[in-house]
């Protein structure tokens, strides 16, 4: 990874309670040190409260609750998973609008483990090649997606992966498709 690749980017992570702290953690590491500002966006302001594996983890200071945040101020999405963040997050309506909009913007998108929950409700799968933990498989399917169980998938500008296993190279494809910038065939 290209030291600044994202120099003068700024990256969206929209998490809530319950996110998987390292899901949410390696990523932002990985993007800041690629030169990204990074906003950390929830339904509320205050602080979110990662877990660890179902344990408690830590709290992370909200930069911008979801109604007053807007897509076009943003060069890229980050979807960290959890069981409990994605599943609270995808019954928020601002929330799926947001994520809705990167895709209408045709700006990169990068979900992880239960992250792609948010996909599926934001109805951007159709046509889509995916993965994420497998238990979201019937979920995304039914969305119209082609899941597989892989590392990293990437699909114009859509890069997803299973599990916190998979962060290494998770961060290195999310690090290049915001490089990339806008990915014409992200659109819905």
């Given at each position: 990874?290209?030291?600044?690749?994202?120099?003068?980017?700024r990256?969206a992570?929209?998490?809530?309670?319950g996110v998987?702290?390292?899901?949410?953690?390696?990523?932002?590491?990985?993007?800041?040190?690629?030169?990204?500002?990074?906003?950390?966006?929830?339904?509320?302001?205050?602080?979110?409260r990662?877990?660890?594996?179902?344990?408690?983890?830590?709290?992370?200071?909200?930069?911008?609750?979801?109604?007053?945040?807007?897509?076009e101020?943003?060069?890229?999405?980050?979807?960290?998973?959890?069981?409990?963040?994605?599943d609270?997050?995808?019954?928020?309506?601002?929330?799926?609008?947001?994520?809705?909009?990167?895709?209408?913007?045709?700006?990169?998108?990068?979900?992880?483990?239960?992250?792609?929950?948010m996909?599926?409700?934001?109805?951007?799968?159709?046509?889509r090649?995916?993965?994420?933990w497998?238990?979201?498989?019937?979920?995304l399917?039914n969305?119209?997606?082609?899941?597989?169980?892989?590392?990293?998938?990437?699909?114009e500008g859509?890069?997803?992966?299973?599990?916190?296993?998979?962060?290494?190279i998770?961060?290195?494809?999310?690090?290049?498709e915001?490089?990339?910038?806008?990915?014409?065939?992200?659109?819905?």
């Amino acid at each position: 990874m290209g030291k600044k690749r994202l120099s003068g980017r700024r990256i969206a992570f929209l998490a809530t309670d319950g996110v998987e702290e390292t899901e949410l953690t390696q990523p932002w590491n990985a993007a800041r040190e690629a030169g990204a500002e990074i906003d950390l966006i929830s339904p509320t302001l205050g602080s979110i409260r990662a877990e660890r594996h179902g344990e408690p983890g830590e709290a992370f200071k909200v930069d911008r609750a979801v109604a007053s945040a807007k897509a076009e101020d943003y060069d890229g999405l980050v979807l960290p998973g959890g069981l409990r963040n994605p599943d609270q997050l995808r019954l928020d309506k601002k929330a799926v609008a947001f994520t809705r909009a990167f895709f209408e913007q045709s700006k990169p998108v990068a979900a992880i483990c239960h992250g792609p929950w948010m996909l599926a409700e934001a109805g951007v799968l159709v046509n889509r090649k995916v993965t994420s933990w497998p238990s979201l498989k019937t979920d995304l399917t039914n969305a119209g997606a082609s899941w597989v169980d892989a590392e990293v998938v990437v699909d114009e500008g859509l890069v997803t992966s299973r599990k916190p296993a998979d962060l290494d190279i998770f961060c290195a494809k999310m690090v290049e498709e915001f490089s990339e910038g806008r990915h014409p065939g992200q659109a819905t």
